[in-house]
């Protein structure tokens, strides 16, 4: 069985500074994708940033990045310059390998709050 | 028309009602989802069409019917739904590798969702 572990309900942070959201997930299988959405106060799932098991380098796009450990099952997502639009809940997900292949498992989420 | 759109956005209906939430995906994939968002609990798979063909059904009682008609195009019919089942209803859409190897890669992306409150 697949799970996602994300114990920060809350996070706030000032306008133009970095936050980093935590992610850890626990999977049996050697293959699998780990992927960051955000869903703002409109209920729409939109996909940030997606890093695969084997690859070698933290994934990147534009104000996002991923600090993936591998070794540690963690995920973490850091935004970089904060945006007061960036004010949502963000949640980390995973996909494996086998099984149920095509599920995605998503975490609990965490609310982020951009103070001006 | 871009990426995936759900309608209505909203849907209220008491618990004798039958209505029907629609999805259209607009960027030529070949899988789409039915999730469901609970107020406090993490999203949950409903349906899974693949090729137009129903792949997972993860323990959803009859109550909600799921149709693809073709690729583009996913339904969820809602019949004698209780007030429990009020929730925001996702659907997503993503391109499957046919082989299957490598499906951890493959990204869903999701609608704006319909936010359903039963009565």
Redesign the interface.
Known sequence: AQK?TQTQPGMFVQEKEAVTLDCTYDTS?P???L?W?KQPS??????LI?Q??YDQQNATEGRYSLNFQKARKSANLVISASQLGDSAMY?CAM???SG??????????TQLTVLP | ETGVTQTPRHLVMGMTNKKSLKCEQHLGHNAMYWYKQSAKKPLELMFVYSLEERVENNSVPSRFSPECPNSSHLFLHLHTLQPEDSALYLCASSQEDSGGGRRYEETQYFGPGTRLLVL
């Not at chain 1, 409109?42 to 996909?47: A, L, N």
């Not at chain 1, 292949?101 to 609990?108: E, M, V, Y």
């Open positions: 996602i299988d293959s699998y994708g992927f959405y409109s209920g729409e799932m939109i996909f997606y695969g098991s949640f996909r494996g390998g149920s292949a095509r599920q995605l498992t998503f975490g609990s989420g």
